[in-house]
């Protein structure tokens, strides 16, 4: 079909779907296939939906207009945000109405982030990284940093302090033992409200289970002071953990003092002797880290594939049952991508946010980012993994270990009620004060639109 004949047929169902109010064009709504196409995914290539437009915003006025429209259209019609498209599970997606591009307003020149700490939000133009992963935003354009999501990829530092570090002192360290491992992450978190000269600036750790990445995974951490082979640790045992921390420092710094804090501080844990890897860095090389990671992906061609990821926060009283059910039970010896695992204090969350932690102190991330591959390995086969991810979650269903999903992925009213528990009241009074048609973010799937008639008969 002639391009102009498939764009007069879109309009006209736009125009259907909409009422016959809209001008598509006063609204800058895309329809052409390639807009279409790169909003009807998202990074986990799991799910597929095609929009009916997708809206370019100029200014936080349009989407004001197009939300409006929705509302006041009689049929009613679904309002998406998109960022980057980093959900899973089509978050950002709907075939139902508008997905509204938030990654920029499509200048090529940076912007510089707006952030306000006072008020608590970034302005989405510019960290819109993940934002299409966040439960409906409360207020439109604009969205609270309350579960400060960036945290682990660094995001969020890199808006508030970039600044104010010049280098890192990037260190990774290995346990066989994992109480001995636990131990040591939850003493380093403890020692948040110590001075700067005593605690990491950063701590997460991983696991390793693949004999494949045991052998590979310091290819990826340039270490000019590698003291051993990590075949000749002598670790035993098929899993390894490893704790990895940093320190930021100051170019002016004497370095003699960071390497004495360091050296406190690491005296304190109980690594297996001489597995000691690090190195220094300049601090922004340190936050683009995983976008260093992404390029080499692309380039053989492994970041294009499902990733059907699984983010968990579990009780701290529950760790270790945890590690010997998955880590050293279900997971097996193929794991297809890192395992993050780490502590964090409850009380740096906020309640009042959307994000559900347990009922814990001290709860850890565990976060499978896995990568399908179709390369005749049955154990890295989509299937494969989404079937262990279940496995997993019945595992901790069955033993009463209370996990909580973060970024969370329920596909019934009734999963997200328990997910939210005591927090649902509140979701639900939200809702129906700003969104009460339920048109808005409808690829989350906690509440069900139905167009055409009163969302809230299919209550
Ligand atoms: C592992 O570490 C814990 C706590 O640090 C310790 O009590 C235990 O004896 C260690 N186990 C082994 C096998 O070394
Ligand atoms: C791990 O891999 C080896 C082969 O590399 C295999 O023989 C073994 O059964 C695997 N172990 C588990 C727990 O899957």
New binding site residues.
């Given amino acids: 079909m002639a391009p102009k004949l498939l764009l007069v047929l879109a309009i006209c169902r736009l125009i259907i779907i909409v009422g016959l109010t809209l001008n598509p064009t006063d609204l800058n709504l895309n329809t052409d296939q390639h807009h279409l196409e790169s909003a009807s995914t998202d990074f986990g290539k799991l799910t597929r939906s095609e929009p009916i437009a997708v809206l370019n915003p100029t200014s936080t006025a349009d989407i004001a207009k197009l939300v409006k429209l929705a509302y006041e259209s009689p049929r009613g019609f679904a309002v998406s945000a998109r960022g980057h498209g980093h959900s899973i599970n089509g978050q950002s997606q709907t075939a139902n109405g508008v997905v509204v591009q938030m990654s920029g307003p499509g200048t090529t020149t940076p912007v510089a982030p707006l952030v306000s700490e006072k008020l608590m939000y970034v302005d989405v133009w510019v960290v819109s990284f993940g934002l299409t992963c966040f439960e409906p935003p409360l207020v439109w354009a604009r969205t609270q940093i309350v579960d400060r999501l960036f945290i682990p990829f660094g995001w969020w530092d890199a808006v508030e302090r970039r600044d104010q570090w010049s280098g890192v002192r990037w260190i990774r360290v290995l346990y066989s033992n994992f109480s001995a491992f636990t131990h040591d992450q939850e003493y380093l978190i403890s020692l948040h409200d110590q001075p700067q000269s005593q605690k990491f600036d950063y701590i997460e750790g991983f696991v390793i289970v693949d ?1 494949g990445l045991i052998n590979n995974w310091r290819s990826s951490f340039f270490s000019p002071n590698n003291p051993v082979k990590i075949t000749s640790l002598g670790a035993g045992g ?1 899993v390894l953990y490893c704790l990895e921390i940093t320190k930021n420092y100051h170019q002016r710094a004497n370095v003699e003092a960071i390497d004495q804090e360091v050296e406190a501080l690491l005296s304190k844990l109980n690594y297996i002797p001489a597995s000691m890897f690090t190195t220094d860095l300049p601090y922004v090389d340190f936050l683009d880290r995983v976008h260093t990671a992404e390029l080499k992906l692309r380039s053989k061609g492994l970041w294009e594939v499902p990733h059907p990821w699984l983010n968990l926060f579990v009780p701290k009283s529950r760790i270790d049952d945890f590690d010997k059910g998955v880590f050293k039970g279900i997971l ?3 794991t297809s991508g890192p395992i993050l695992i780490y502590p964090m204090n409850k009380n740096k969350w906020d309640e009042k946010s959307s994000v559900v932690t347990p009922n814990e102190d001290v709860f850890y991330l565990v976060a499978l980012l896995r990568s399908a591959l179709d390369n005749g390995e049955e154990t890295l086969t989509l299937k494969h993994l989404s079937d262990e991810n279940s496995k997993i979650l019945n595992f901790c269903k069955e033993s009463k270990i209370e996990v909580k999903q973060y970024l969370p992925h329920y596909t019934t009213q009734k999963e997200w009620m328990e997910h939210y528990g005591d927090k649902w009241p509140q979701i639900y009074r939200r809702k129906m004060e700003f969104d009460p048609r339920y048109i808005l973010a409808t690829g989350q799937r906690i509440f069900n639109p139905s167009f055409g008639s009163d969302p809230r008969s299919s209550w």
């Fill in positions: 004999e098929n097996g010896n193929k």
